[in-house]
């Protein structure tokens, strides 16, 4: 439903009409401009006056951000959030390329804070289940795990992590408690002593350091109190890009081992690699996760090497903004499972079902295809159509609670029209004498409202989330008897223009003539406009 779902706005490229890769000179250029049209001193109206005064203070803004390097950077990752809550760059990022990729850094950083806001605490409870066993008459439990860690953040550089596991399984179990101090010793790097008791008995210390903006050093050491062992461990971490990472591990103690990691992940897809070679064992593992769309996943999974080998394959689903279902089917060494999970927040509880401890391939299709089968017919008959209606719903509660607000918005799209239609006119009669592009109709809202081209044979209510602005079209047409609205610009920023249905996908219809002939146009709310194009003729 969300348009604007990991799309910047920026809105004030669209209040000075500049491309997001204008010049200095450009937008000093649209500043001074724009200035002239909306400057109260030209008005003796003290209405026309009020509204010039509102208007200027949005062109002044505008310039006062996208003349500043540092703000204009800072504004095009985090938009107008980033400026008033008071980021600043440091005095040692001079270069654009250095300035963007501190920003990037920061801005992960700052989404993983909030995740982990969220998500305190964290836990997972995993119920193993067996069907051989319930049918031999054993019961269906085979095992029971459940952890649990609490975060606690003492000052603004220390924070502590306690935790506790415990696992039965069959007739034997154990637990174990743990605590983690992490001192944040510079803004590049830390220190965290670790300790714990119980099944996994030992005292430790992990220091981590950002060696530059794309790597990352770590290295532990820990004693086992229950055999006197020392383990030491170096790990190195390297982004490869913007959506790719690697990492090196060696592992030295009674099980050494060195470990080859890499990690890729982006809106539409993950996947990871993993490649282990010890002194008693070697092995390897992938998986491969596909976004369907921003509720919906695919994944498969396979492990193998000298003590397991398994291929996993299934999906989830998002059922709310911190819940996520799973459903895993998987076949290996160890035999068929299914696997349910359900996530929410940081806690996850996890079913892994047991149903034959067998290879045997008709068993293992049925088992594939009956659970797949089931999905796809409560999707389509029972999930598809519980979301649909939740979603309408939710888009009747959002425009009850935004009707004022768009009102509001309406009314001053409206008056920053009024003081654009006296040069509006002016340059439409001019085209009109050159025979050269006059805008006829131009409206601007609610992609559903205009799929028609221009409200044909549309209700009331779908009229009101869209807006005419013929007007400020008209007076954006250059003395070239052309007409350009930037790629990447949110157009409802446009002076004259307003966002009549927030949240929802909007479009850009004109119709115009050029030359004696007709034509029209519809483009998405962040696509490029250029006019007059033969294209475009009907």
């Not at 000075?16 to 400057?39: F, G």
């Not at 401890?357 to 598809?384: D, E, M, Q």
């Amino acid at each position: 439903m969300e348009e604007d779902a990991g799309q910047p706005k920026r809105e004030l490229y669209a209040v000075l009409q500049v491309s997001p890769e204008a010049t200095d000179e450009e937008i000093r250029k649209a500043y001074r401009h724009w200035a002239q049209v909306y400057h109260p001193d030209k008005y003796q109206d003290l209405h026309m006056k009020e509204i010039a005064t509102q208007n200027f203070q949005r062109v002044c803004e505008a310039y006062e951000v996208l003349s500043d390097e540092s703000k204009r950077q800072i504004y095009d990752v985090y938009g107008m959030e980033g400026l008033t809550s008071g980021l600043e760059l440091g005095p040692k990022l001079n270069k654009p390329e250095e300035l963007k990729e501190e920003l990037e850094r920061l801005r992960r950083r700052k989404e993983h804070q909030k995740m982990v806001a969220h998500f305190r605490p964290s836990g997972t409870i995993l119920a193993h289940l067996s069907l051989p066993q319930f049918l031999d008459g054993d019961g269906i439990m085979r095992g029971m795990a459940m952890s649990s860690e609490v975060h606690f953040q003492l000052s603004k550089r220390n924070t502590i992590a306690i935790g506790g596991n415990l696992e039965v399984q069959e007739s034997s179990g154990g637990a174990a408690a743990s605590a983690v101090l992490k001192h944040q010793l510079s803004s590049v790097s830390s220190i965290e002593f670790m300790a714990s008791a119980g099944l996994r008995a030992l005292v430790g210390v992990q220091t981590t350091r950002h060696l530059s903006l794309h790597s990352t050093a770590t290295i532990t050491i820990a004693k086992s109190l229950r055999d006197g062992s020392i383990n030491l461990s170096n790990t190195w971490t390297r982004q490869l890009s913007e959506t790719a990472n690697g990492n090196v591990q060696l592992f030295l103690g009674p099980e050494s081992s060195i470990t080859v990691g890499w990690q890729k992940k982006d809106e539409k897809m993950s996947a990871a690699g993993e490649l282990k070679i010890g002194t008693t064992s070697f092995g390897a593992s992938a998986n491969y996760t596909h976004r369907f769309s921003s509720v919906s996943h695919g994944r498969i999974a396979g492990t193998f090497g000298s003590t397991a080998l398994e291929i996993e394959v299934g999906g989830g689903r998002k059922v709310s903004n911190f819940s996520t279902v799973r459903m895993l089917y998987t076949i290996g060494i160890q035999g068929i499972f299914w696997k349910f999970e359900l996530h929410r927040g940081g806690q996850k509880f996890i079913i892994p079902i047991l149903l034959s401890r067998h290879l045997n391939l008709t068993f293992a299709t049925g088992a594939f295809l009956i659970p797949t089968s089931l999905y796809f017919l409560l999707k389509k008959f029972v999930v598809k159509p519980y979301y649909l209606q939740r979603e309408k719903r939710k888009a009747l509660e959002n425009k009850e609670i935004t009707s004022a607000q768009v009102q509001e918005a309406r009314v001053a799209a409206e008056k920053a029209q009024q003081l654009l239609q006296v040069v509006a006119n002016r340059k439409r009669n001019r085209q009109v004498e050159t025979n050269g592009l006059i805008i006829t109709k131009a409206l601007y809202g609610s992609r559903k409202a205009l799929k028609k081209g221009g409200l044909t044979e549309v209700n009331d209510e779908l009229a009101f989330e869209v807006i005419d602005v013929t007007v400020p079209l008209n007076f954006l047409v250059n003395d070239s008897g052309q007409l350009k609205l930037h790629e990447g610009v949110k157009k409802s920023g446009i002076m004259g223009f307003c966002d009549p249905c927030p949240g929802e996908p909007k479009e850009l219809y004109v119709e115009y003539t050029c030359g004696g002939q007709i034509f029209e146009v519809t483009v998405d709310d962040y696509a490029e406009l250029l006019i007059p194009q033969e294209s475009h003729r009907v």
